[in-house]
């Protein structure tokens, strides 16, 4: 019997037919998103797109993804390493019993074929694989590209770039790796350049790129890790968590690169990669708000800090254990005293308790130290204490910009130009793509009044 024609007119089409995301086109190919949407890409997978639609931006349908995967089937095969062999029942329901018997035969003869290369393949592959990992060079700087929101919601984007900043931050607490800051790789967001194009930008051995979907209570996270030089897409995983467990797949995710780039981590780098898993999920969503309201609001800056502030607060009524929260509201506090939306006096009063309360929570809290550092510069004059405090930020964490960033105004006003420039310098190799590195370097010569 021929197969029956679908030729209506998309709007007349069935709706169990059409698949109206991403998501149910990857759950019907039993595939992940990111696998599908290469397909489209590379291989002309049939997706269509509504322009003035108020339901997904995409959609398929389920008979032109059949004749599709029909043609692709042997090239399929080969691309996925998923190569199918049929068994002699399923020979046999084309070709009778004579059929199964004789593929049986050769099966057989294939599987005793198999099993005696399978020595030699396997010893051939490992001594191959010796070979390419030591002419493969050693990975010392990466670049962790916004995570995509796959969620189809776009209210959900403080959530993508959220977790992209948490995972910078924890890797960059590994002392031996260069990772580009959040504001060097923020300008990728939504990029169309290559993977090779962007890293030869941002000066990286490899590239983490990836996907964030929330579903309700659960989260899924995809991750991989690419090769610069080659475009090769040597690691690739999936974490399917509930959103209670996510500071600690954020761990799991970071400690996996590590592993994959052949980073030996301390004690005390492990530490910084698992800091702070127990935040209560409420806290922990309205802090990434807070964050990425203060990073993206537009208009007026009052407006901005105070959305920001009420996040915060948020955050530590609901955990008042969360030491990041009281950092992040601190920050508002003395952004606002600095652009005098609040009176010095009640900035300094209001900053000074809540970076308090988070360096008693998380005294190795390093970006806490550097807004301490800040209050006793900028309101307090205690100036000495104030570069012991800069200082120790970013002892704390070396690989920080803003940690740098923060000393070297502070060497610049007091009058020490060269410490200075030294600096700007350790920023240069640490985020040579940064791009307020120059305006470091001005304002140096700003204060030595060149």
């Given at each position: 019997m021929s197969e029956p024609s679908f030729e209506i007119p998309p709007p007349e089409r069935p709706t169990e037919l059409r698949l109206d995301s991403w998501k149910e086109i990857a759950v019907y190919l039993k595939r992940d998103i990111t696998t599908v949407q290469r397909w489209e890409k590379r291989e002309g997978m049939p997706i269509h797109r509504h322009e003035h639609d108020k339901r997904s931006s995409v959609y398929a349908l389920t008979p032109e993804l059949n004749a599709w995967l029909r043609e692709r089937r042997p090239s399929a095969a080969k691309d996925d390493n998923q190569a199918e062999i049929q068994t002699p029942t399923i020979v046999a329901a084309h070709q009778g019993w004579r059929g199964a018997l004789r593929a049986h035969r050769w099966l057989t003869l294939a599987l005793a074929a198999a099993a005696s290369m399978s020595l030699l393949a396997g010893a051939y592959f490992a001594h191959r694989n010796r070979i390419g990992n030591a002419a493969r060079p050693m990975i010392k700087?990466?670049?962790?590209?916004?995570?995509?929101?796959?969620?189809?919601?776009?209210?959900?984007?403080?959530?993508?770039?959220?977790?992209?900043?948490?995972?910078?931050?924890?890797?960059?607490?590994?002392?031996?790796?260069?990772?580009?800051?959040?504001?060097?790789?923020?300008?990728?967001?939504?990029?169309?350049?290559?993977?090779?194009?962007?890293?030869?930008?941002?000066?990286?051995?490899?590239?983490?790129?990836?996907?964030?979907?929330?579903?309700?209570?659960?989260?899924?996270?995809?991750?991989?890790?690419?090769?610069?030089?080659?475009?090769?897409?040597?690691?690739?995983?999936?974490?399917?968590?509930?959103?209670?467990?996510?500071l600690a797949m954020q761990s799991d995710v970071a400690e996996a690169i590590a592993e994959q780039i052949q980073m030996h981590l301390t004690s005390e780098q492990q530490a910084g990669i698992h800091s702070e898993l127990v935040v209560k999920p409420q806290a922990y969503e309205a802090y990434l708000k807070g964050r990425f309201y203060e990073e993206n609001a537009t208009g007026s800056t009052r407006v901005a800090l105070k959305q920001a502030q009420s996040y915060y607060e948020d955050a530590v009524r609901k955990d008042p254990a969360f030491a990041r929260a009281y950092a992040g509201l601190a920050d508002c506090y003395l952004d606002q005293g600095a652009f005098r939306l609040l009176p010095p006096e009640e900035a300094y009063r209001l900053g000074s308790d809540a970076i308090h309360k988070a360096l008693k929570l998380g005294p190795a809290l390093g970006e806490a130290y550097g807004s301490l550092g800040y209050l006793d510069w900028q309101f307090a004059w205690d100036w000495q204490t104030a570069e012991k405090e800069l200082r120790y930020a970013v002892q704390l964490n070396p690989n920080s910009i803003e940690g740098h960033e923060s000393l070297i105004w502070y060497l610049a006003w007091s009058g020490r130009p060269k410490e200075a420039l030294a600096e700007v310098e350790i920023m240069r190799r640490l985020d040579p793509a940064y791009p307020f590195i120059s305006l470091q370097e001005s304002g140096v010569y700003y204060h030595q009044r060149k």
């Amino acid at each position: 019997m021929s197969e029956p024609s679908f030729e209506i007119p998309p709007p007349e089409r069935p709706t169990e037919l059409r698949l109206d995301s991403w998501k149910e086109i990857a759950v019907y190919l039993k595939r992940d998103i990111t696998t599908v949407q290469r397909w489209e890409k590379r291989e002309g997978m049939p997706i269509h797109r509504h322009e003035h639609d108020k339901r997904s931006s995409v959609y398929a349908l389920t008979p032109e993804l059949n004749a599709w995967l029909r043609e692709r089937r042997p090239s399929a095969a080969k691309d996925d390493n998923q190569a199918e062999i049929q068994t002699p029942t399923i020979v046999a329901a084309h070709q009778g019993w004579r059929g199964a018997l004789r593929a049986h035969r050769w099966l057989t003869l294939a599987l005793a074929a198999a099993a005696s290369m399978s020595l030699l393949a396997g010893a051939y592959f490992a001594h191959r694989n010796r070979i390419g990992n030591a002419a493969r060079p050693m990975i010392k700087s990466l670049a962790v590209l916004p995570l995509k929101n796959l969620s189809g919601d776009p209210t959900q984007e403080y959530l993508a770039d959220g977790m992209t900043e948490d995972l910078i931050g924890r890797l960059s607490r590994i002392r031996d790796l260069r990772v580009r800051s959040r504001t060097s790789i923020m300008r990728f967001k939504n990029s169309q350049f290559s993977v090779p194009e962007i890293a030869k930008t941002l000066s990286v051995d490899a590239i983490v790129e990836g996907s964030v979907i929330r579903e309700g209570s659960r989260i899924r996270v995809h991750a991989q890790l690419i090769r610069a030089i080659t475009d090769e897409h040597f690691w690739s995983e999936t974490y399917d968590r509930e959103f209670e467990d996510v500071l600690a797949m954020q761990s799991d995710v970071a400690e996996a690169i590590a592993e994959q780039i052949q980073m030996h981590l301390t004690s005390e780098q492990q530490a910084g990669i698992h800091s702070e898993l127990v935040v209560k999920p409420q806290a922990y969503e309205a802090y990434l708000k807070g964050r990425f309201y203060e990073e993206n609001a537009t208009g007026s800056t009052r407006v901005a800090l105070k959305q920001a502030q009420s996040y915060y607060e948020d955050a530590v009524r609901k955990d008042p254990a969360f030491a990041r929260a009281y950092a992040g509201l601190a920050d508002c506090y003395l952004d606002q005293g600095a652009f005098r939306l609040l009176p010095p006096e009640e900035a300094y009063r209001l900053g000074s308790d809540a970076i308090h309360k988070a360096l008693k929570l998380g005294p190795a809290l390093g970006e806490a130290y550097g807004s301490l550092g800040y209050l006793d510069w900028q309101f307090a004059w205690d100036w000495q204490t104030a570069e012991k405090e800069l200082r120790y930020a970013v002892q704390l964490n070396p690989n920080s910009i803003e940690g740098h960033e923060s000393l070297i105004w502070y060497l610049a006003w007091s009058g020490r130009p060269k410490e200075a420039l030294a600096e700007v310098e350790i920023m240069r190799r640490l985020d040579p793509a940064y791009p307020f590195i120059s305006l470091q370097e001005s304002g140096v010569y700003y204060h030595q009044r060149k």
